[in-house]
């Protein structure tokens, strides 16, 4: 089967830790996609809406340090929701695959293990809030917090403020979810730009999307 009609409908999100580069290399997947003729949507969750984008400014502000984690959890699914609606679901039914800058698996790091809510239950959460919860593939890009550190040149937003010891647990959890979920894979993001483009390219060859 061509790569074209296997790719066709996929739906596929780079996720991992702040700074491990995901924005990067889902870039240069849709710039690859194209080049193969591949009909290709990219967006960023939570965001690429107009309510999608006034609920990534609350969770993002540094003034609000004192929000829950299940508020945090609340708001990051209602951006989810409308993101499928208004975006997600015209495009695969359009037969374009589409490229998610995260997606559940980062609740479930962030607020399932980080913030302590349970990934189990945050799964459960979504089961009941989404359309679709589970992506063809999640692609993990996996980096150690002194590597991500040093990429993130700018002010830090209210996520990746939080303390070393959060964005262990993140690290773990996503490590952890790519044990226990099927179609969950790694990369490590350690390396060189153009290294792990390719690695992401091998894994993307090779899925079965069963």
Known sequence: ?????????????????????????????????????????????????AIGEKIREILLNPEHLAMDTRTELLLYMAARAQLWAEKIAPALNENHCVILDRWLSSTCAYQGFAGGFGADKVIGIATDCLERVWPDLTIILDVDLKTAAGRLKRQLDRMEAKGDGYHQKVREGFLQLAEEQKNVLVVDAAAGVETVHKKILELISEASFT
């Open 1 to 49: 089967m061509l790569l074209k009609d296997r790719l066709q409908g996929k739906l596929i999100v780079l996720d991992g830790p702040d700074g491990c580069g995901k924005s990067t290399q889902a870039e240069l997947l849709v710039k690859w996609l194209e080049g193969e003729d591949v009909p290709t949507s990219r967006f960023r969750d939570p965001g690429d809406t």
